[in-house]
């Protein structure tokens, strides 16, 4: 096939680049490097399969040449507001790229003729009242709160491509991400995992907020695309959930990464920070994906970690 990827540059978007090259597909990457990094496909430099494109998918896209699939990965994706390629530091392009974005990509799938997949999120369940989180719930978001920019753009997006397979006809897919981790994460993105980590290579006390027994759900980046590749080539046209359903809480989290680090510093717990929408707790019911797809995660936390912390760790050194 040959695959246009929006957010290429993008965390989940490079390795999504790798893992259909690897399949001997051709892909055309497309990013505007607001968040995404060039260095995330320095490495594609000279290879004939790939080629790539500097554009907003905010605005009119066009691709010389015949598709054959479109992945939509591009968003701005951290919740920190200290972080200058937040969503919340980047709301309108945020919104723009969850609904503007979704309907010129859909529109190039439906020129093509070619198969779609969103790239959506556990976000839309907002602050759920249903635990573990299956398909079918339809959430507990607040439309105008810290995260709506990116949980609404989402749902949208969503809306949007369902109403393009209905009444266009277009081949779409949609995967709702759960909590990943892994290389080529951005250390300062204020996420936890980065986050823990950067603390630990200094050897800083690890910041805990509030009692630390709010939980999430850590997938490896390797099967979380391994999971959306089964979704692109199967012929199922609902959500369907991607993660990893072991379920930990945050406090146990930062001593799993001091202990795997050596880090001597220990942790500190601050007043919680959280806001009124920010999910307490976090973890997919994956059996939508275990039976459509014949996939469930396989890389196991403490494995995971240790290829997280040798990446940064690398990048540290030759920083």
Known sequence: MRVLITGAAGFLGSHLCDLLLSK???VVG?????????DNLAHLAGNENFSFIKHDVSEYIFVPGKLDAVLHFASPASPNPAYPFSYPSLPIQTMKAGALGTHNTLGVAKANNARFLLASTSEIYGDPEVHPQKETYWGHADPIGFRSVYDEAKRF??????????FHGVDTRIVRIFNT????????????VPNFIDQAMKHEPLTVYGD????????YVNDLIEG???LLMSNEHYPVNI????EISILEFAKRINELTGNPAGIIYKADKRLGDDPQRRQPEITRA???????????????????????QTRQTLE
């Not at 275990?290 to 940064?312: D, M, N, S």
């Open 181 to 192: 981790y892994g290389p080529r994460m951005r250390i300062d993105d204020g996420r936890v």
């Open 157 to 166: 997006a969503e809306a949007m491509t369902m109403a393009y397979h209905r």
């Open 228 to 230: 959306i590749y089964r």
């Open 243 to 246: 993660g990893n359903p072991a």
């Open 290 to 312: 275990r039976e459509i797809l014949q996939w469930e995660p396989k890389v196991k936390l403490e494995e995971g970690l240790r290829a997280t912390i040798e990446y940064f």
């Open 24 to 26: 001997g597909h051709s």
């Open 30 to 38: 497309m990013d505007n490097f607001i968040t995404g990094s060039p």
């Open 212 to 219: 630390g027994l709010q939980t999430r759900s850590f997938c």
